[in-house]
C-alpha cells in the first residue's frame, strides 16, 4: 500500500505542484503560505518511508492504511517562521515556536489544550492495563528511563 500511494503521488505531480502553488503563493505576497506548500512533501515522504519501516509490503485494507496514515501525519505540525518584521500570525500555539514572542494573544482556549495536559505515564490505556490483568498479567509501571537509555526491557 505504501509504495502503491508513492507511485501514485509521482505519476500525479504531487512535488510539482506543491512547488507551482509555492511560487503562485510567494508571486501574490503569501509569504507564510508559500513556507508552509514548501514542507508539505518532504512531511509526506517522511511519513510514507516511517509506514514502510513498520508495515513494509504487508497488504492492509484501504480504510485500515488511510487510517494508519492519517494518524502518523497528525503527529507532524507545519511551522512558519514570520516573513516579514512587525507581522501578525494567526495560527495554533503549536505553531509559535519561538521564544522570543513580546505579545500574545490567546483566543478561545479550552482547558486542557492549553495549556496541554500532561502526557500519560503509560504507553498503555487504562482499558488496556486492565485487559491485560484480567489475563494475569501484572502491568508495570513506565517510568521511560529504560527507553532514554536506549535499554530494552519487557515492561508495560
Same mark, same amino acid.
Given at each position: 500500500?505504501?509504495? +502503491?500511494?508513492?507511485? !501514485?503521488?509521482?505519476?500525479?505531480?504531487?512535488?510539482?505542484?506543491?512547488?507551482?502553488? +509555492?511560487?503562485?503563493?510567494?508571486?501574490?505576497?503569501?509569504?507564510?503560505?508559500?513556507?508552509?506548500?514548501?514542507?508539505?512533501?518532504? /512531511?509526506?515522504?517522511?511519513?510514507?518511508?516511517?509506514?514502510?519501516?513498520?508495515?513494509?509490503?504487508?497488504?492492509?485494507?484501504?480504510?485500515?492504511?488511510?487510517? /494508519? !496514515?492519517?494518524?502518523?501525519?497528525?503527529?507532524?505540525? /507545519?511551522?512558519? /517562521?514570520?516573513?516579514?518584521?512587525?507581522?501578525?500570525?494567526?495560527?495554533?500555539?503549536?505553531?509559535?515556536?519561538?521564544?522570543?514572542?513580546?505579545?500574545?494573544?490567546?483566543?478561545?482556549?479550552?482547558?486542557?489544550?492549553?495549556?496541554?495536559?500532561?502526557?500519560?505515564?503509560?504507553?498503555?490505556?487504562?482499558?488496556?492495563?486492565?485487559?491485560?490483568?484480567?489475563?494475569?498479567?501484572?502491568?508495570?509501571?513506565?517510568?521511560?528511563?529504560?527507553?532514554?537509555?536506549?535499554?530494552?526491557?519487557?515492561?508495560?
Amino acid at each position: 500500500m505504501v509504495l +502503491a500511494l508513492y507511485h !501514485f503521488l509521482e505519476q500525479t505531480g504531487l512535488r510539482e505542484r506543491l512547488n507551482e502553488r +509555492a511560487q503562485e503563493a510567494y508571486r501574490s505576497g503569501s509569504l507564510q503560505k508559500a513556507q508552509e506548500l514548501t514542507q508539505v512533501y518532504g /512531511i509526506v515522504c517522511t511519513v510514507l518511508e516511517q509506514l514502510y519501516g513498520v508495515l513494509g509490503r504487508t497488504v492492509r485494507t484501504a480504510d485500515a492504511f488511510f487510517h /494508519i !496514515f492519517r494518524v502518523v501525519l497528525s503527529q507532524y505540525d /507545519i511551522g512558519t /517562521i514570520p516573513a516579514q518584521l512587525d507581522s501578525v500570525t494567526v495560527g495554533s500555539v503549536m505553531s509559535l515556536r519561538r521564544a522570543d514572542v513580546p505579545h500574545l494573544l490567546l483566543l478561545g482556549a479550552n482547558e486542557g489544550a492549553f495549556p496541554a495536559a500532561a502526557a500519560p505515564h503509560s504507553l498503555l490505556t487504562d482499558a488496556e492495563r486492565a485487559s491485560l490483568q484480567r489475563m494475569g498479567l501484572q502491568p508495570g509501571k513506565f517510568d521511560g528511563t529504560a527507553c532514554s537509555q536506549g535499554m530494552l526491557h519487557q515492561r508495560c
